[in-house]
Each structure stands twice: as C-alpha cells, then as structure tokens.
C-alpha cells in the first residue's frame, strides 16, 4: 500500500489550494479514504473523510463549509479542495486509508496559511 500525498504550499489567508493523494498497492475504489492534518504541538485531527461507494462523506467543523473532499476510483485518487484558507489551517496533510484494521499512511503534504 503506497499514498503519495501533494499540492501542498504557502498561500495567503482566505485564498485555496487542492490537495492530491494517489493511492497503489490496493484496490483503491473499495475502501473509505481520509484526510488528516497535525500541527505542530497538536495531536493529529480527522479532516474529511469519503467513503468507497456511494461517496458518503463527512467534514470536521472546523473546516465544513470550506473543504471539500472527493476521489476519483479510475485514477485512484483523493483530493481535498481547501477554500477560505486561515492561519489555524497550517499544518501537515496526511492521507489515511485503513484495510483489514491496518492504518496506512502517506509521507504527508505542508500546507502553510500566513500573510
């Protein structure tokens, strides 16, 4: 299993960015995917997650109404579109997928919000 996240950056307050994550080593299109983030000194938080069928998803508060996650079962991978962008946004990006009770994980995209 390999999660390859990208599309991170610096970017100004209230502006967006799209997160990629391109999935491989397992059958993308029948399991739920998720995108976390941890900033530093904090524990890592659940952002959005969609899962594999009926595209069912749900959006931490923080961020609902600004992102939105969605997937692409063809090409085996996940976005996250970010709008709105704050400063309490900065943090690293992980992509999650989590088969047989097994988490796996991505390397992580930055995503930094600041003027």
């Known amino acids: 299993v390999r999660l390859v996240e990208s599309g991170g950056g610096l970017v100004q307050p209230g502006g967006s960015l799209r997160l990629s994550c391109v999935a491989s080593?397992?059958?993308?299109?029948?399991?739920?995917m998720r995108w976390y983030r941890q900033a530093p000194g904090k524990e890592r938080e659940l952002v959005a997650r969609?899962?594999?069928?009926?595209?069912?998803?749900f959006y931490g508060d923080s961020v609902k109404g600004r992102f939105t996650i969605s997937r692409t079962n063809a090409a085996k991978t996940l976005y996250l579109q970010m709008n709105s962008l704050k400063p309490e946004d900065t943090a690293v990006y992980y992509c999650?997928?989590?088969?047989?009770?097994?988490?796996?994980w991505g390397q992580g995209t930055q995503v930094t919000v600041s003027s």
């Open positions: 080593g397992f059958t993308f299109s029948s399991y739920g």
């Open positions: 999650n997928t989590a088969i047989w009770g097994v988490d796996y």
């Open positions: 969609i899962s594999s069928g009926v595209s069912s998803t």
